[in-house]
């Protein structure tokens, strides 16, 4: 429980760097876990089938608690899908963006001088550089 615990205090102090909807999800499935190991350690440890009334009803929480972690921990995978669809949508739109400024930019260079080469000049040192190596 104290790692759980800790996990909670960390993300509220993080609040600002993750998203709002990942916080929330990840709020609420800290808060069943911190009542589902309670609730599995009184089903493992209190509970005996002498009294069959009680070991049902803390068998049936903590599965039940489970099933909620499991339901949760699914729709946290859901919306990080969702948000890294959405981060790879932004990167796209930027990446085409600069190739588009990229090509705006070599028109300009081109109608400025029409003399400019078709490919560029991929040399690491200039022909005078090179001369003065030899």
């Known amino acids: 429980m104290i790692v759980v615990a800790g996990h909670l205090i960390a993300m509220k102090q993080a609040h600002a760097r993750i998203p709002s909807s990942r916080h929330r999800i990840r709020s609420v499935i800290g808060g069943v876990v911190m009542l589902t190991i309670p ?20 068998w049936t929480a903590a599965i039940g608690l489970l099933g909620i972690v499991v339901v949760l921990a699914s729709v946290d995978a ?57």
Do not use: C, K, W, Y
Not at 92 to 107: V, Y
Not at 122 to 130: A, G, M, P, T, Y
């Open 39 to 58: 609730t599995l350690v009184f089903a493992f440890s209190f509970t005996s089938r002498a009294d069959p009334a009680m070991f049902l009803r803390a």
């Open 78 to 134: 859901l919306n990080s899908l969702r948000l890294g669809r959405s981060l790879q949508r932004e990167a796209r739109a930027a990446f085409h963006a600069e190739i588009a400024e990229t090509r705006r930019r070599i028109a300009e260079a081109r109608a400025a001088d029409p003399n400019m080469r078709d490919t560029p000049n991929l040399r690491l040192v200039s022909d005078e550089d090179s001369d003065r190596a030899d």
